[in-house]
């Protein structure tokens, strides 16, 4: 889902080591071992915004509602709902309950949403989208307490949702993991640990968390108190390694010591050439350089922005660094699967192109030194993760030779990354934003309006911000998907990211293992072993 959003593309190369654990397949004790490139910074489901803690919670816990392969809403803790234009009724099923045998009740929902929005709780990306409900802005903003926020407990199973305006696509925002339920309880007994580990976590999903080595593995087994348990064929899920180390990881899966593997471009040959089937999945996500527009920042100047969109040389970067089959080049923020009225929003509003042309990218550099008032650009900072530092090193040398910019790689890990971006301590940043089951240009979108939480580079522009608010005060999907077209427009005018491509997971899976869904949502949980 959407607030996960998304700084999926900086993974947190963690370090590792081999704990003993059973084949990557196990018929014996019908268990299956993975592997996560970057540890979960937090299981907090109210301020977790990674797609790795997604993927774990997916597991541990449940939201009102899902999606199907569609991207269609579909039943999970709510059995059933009556929704009209400003309000949705959810109807709770009576054996949904926690791991501890309790009952899952509306005020669970009521709870956790109102914790959300709550400042104190300092959800930032996780409030994303959260303005859909009544009072939600007011009260993130600390004008109204988190009580006015416009969701009750008519009774234990009920559950009414007051909108703060008609949103279309307010089932699949309801799916993330932001909006699934808190015992209060619980939540309170953990002393503000909650979700840090094992322990301090409860679950209402298909599995529970067991055991929680940090940076090393997780554990996780059925929970017998899950509703639909008939339906979660397998009793245990290793996290066994948790590392950015790709080959090592291509090695335990030849040996047998992983189910499924997620593969990058750095390991995609060896995996050919040892004869393993090749697999693809789309994702509902796009990769973009950021450019920082703080007042302090070089990159502030729109010629300098403008030089750097046309030194980079997109194909030759998808084709030698990003190298993986369902990688195509685009010009636009917006994901290639992405609804506009009738038919996909890229074929209803084609993006401008972006073109490469180094000698105009030459004439805007020196257009921009003489703006800034500077002999020479200064360096520039390009904020690396380092499980991707090949990238960062790809665009620093594409800039020196086009342009002779003077491009510094800081390098650091996933929290660390995460935080310098959240601070405005970069000029060029490489990032990969994921939409989940939002198949709205709205999440995109609302990343660059002013106010969001994912606006990472500073981006501020007054007809942009109107044409959002526009975006959110009607229902008409035409004028919706023209003002997103406007939007569009206005990003290639102003040059804040550029965009580079979308993507596909490219993954190896054990041929006995089925059922490990991977879109549009990360969901293992009715994976199961056939032999």
């Known amino acids: 889902m959407l607030r996960r959003l998304c700084i999926a593309a900086m993974m947190l190369a963690a370090s590792w080591h081999l704990p003993a654990l059973a084949a990557g397949v196990d018929p014996a004790n019908n268990s299956i071992t993975i592997s996560l490139t970057q540890e979960p910074p937090n299981l907090d489901s109210s301020i977790s915004e990674d797609t790795t803690s997604s993927q774990i919670l997916r597991l541990t816990n449940e939201a009102l509602v899902s999606v199907d392969r569609r991207g269609d809403p579909i039943p999970a803790v709510a059995e059933s709902w009556e929704q009209s234009p400003t309000q949705v009724t959810f109807h709770l099923r009576a054996d949904a309950k926690w791991a501890d045998g309790v009952p899952v009740k509306a005020a669970d929902f009521v709870y956790a949403w109102r914790r959300l929005v709550d400042p104190e709780t300092a959800a930032r990306g ?173 990159t502030s100047n729109k010629k300098l922005r403008y030089a750097i969109r046309h030194a980079l040389d997109r194909d030759a970067y998808i084709n030698n660094i990003v190298g993986l089959p369902g990688t195509l080049r685009t010009d636009t923020v917006f994901s290639n699967r992405i609804r506009g009225v009738k038919r996909a929003f890229d074929k209803e509003y084609p993006a401008p192109e972006i073109t490469l042309d180094v000698p105009e990218a030459r004439r805007l550099l020196e257009e921009a030194r003489q703006e800034l008032g500077v002999d020479e650009i200064p360096p520039l900072v390009l904020l690396a993760n380092e499980t991707r530092q090949i990238d960062a090193e790809y665009f620093q040398s594409q800039l020196k030779v086009a342009l002779g910019l003077d491009v510094r790689v800081d390098k650091q890990t996933f929290k660390q990354a995460i935080a310098k971006m959240q601070a405005g301590d970069f000029d060029i940043a490489r990032a990969a934003f994921c939409g989940g089951s939002i198949l709205d240009p709205v999440f995109f979108a609302g990343i660059f309006e002013s106010s969001s939480p994912f606006n990472l580079g500073a981006f501020e522009n007054a007809e942009y911000d109107r044409l959002y608010a526009i975006t959110n005060q009607t229902a008409d999907q035409q004028v919706r998907m023209d003002a997103f077209g406007q939007m569009q427009q206005i990003l290639f005018d102003e040059a804040p990211v550029i965009p580079t491509h979308v993507y596909s997971w490219v993954y190896l899976q054990d041929e006995r293992v089925k059922g490990l869904e991977r879109y549009p949502l990360t969901d293992f949980s009715r994976g199961y072993i056939d032999i």
């Open 126 to 298: 996780s409030t994303f989208y959260a303005n859909a409900i009544k009072n939600a802005q007011a009260i993130i903003e600390g004008k109204m307490p988190p009580e006015s926020l416009g969701v009750h407990a008519a009774d234990d199973r009920t559950l009414v949702v007051e909108l703060s305006r008609p949103v279309p696509f307010i089932l699949s925002v309801l799916s993330g993991t932001a909006y699934m339920p808190l015992r209060q309880d619980f939540v309170e007994a953990q002393q503000g640990r909650y979700g840090a580990d094992a322990a301090h976590l409860l679950s209402n999903g298909p599995f529970k968390l067991d055991k929680w080595v940090h940076n090393a593995s997780m554990v996780l087994t059925k929970n017998d108190e899950y509703w639909d348990r008939d339906n979660v064929k397998l009793d245990q899920i290793d996290v066994g390694y948790i590392t950015s180390d790709q080959r090592s990881l291509l090695n335990l899966y030849k040996s047998g010591d992983l189910a499924a593997l997620r593969l990058e471009e750095d390991i995609l040959a060896d995996a050919s050439r040892a004869g393993f089937r090749i697999n693809k999945a789309p994702t509902n996500c796009v990769a973009w350089i950021l450019l920082n527009l703080a007042e302090d920042r070089p």
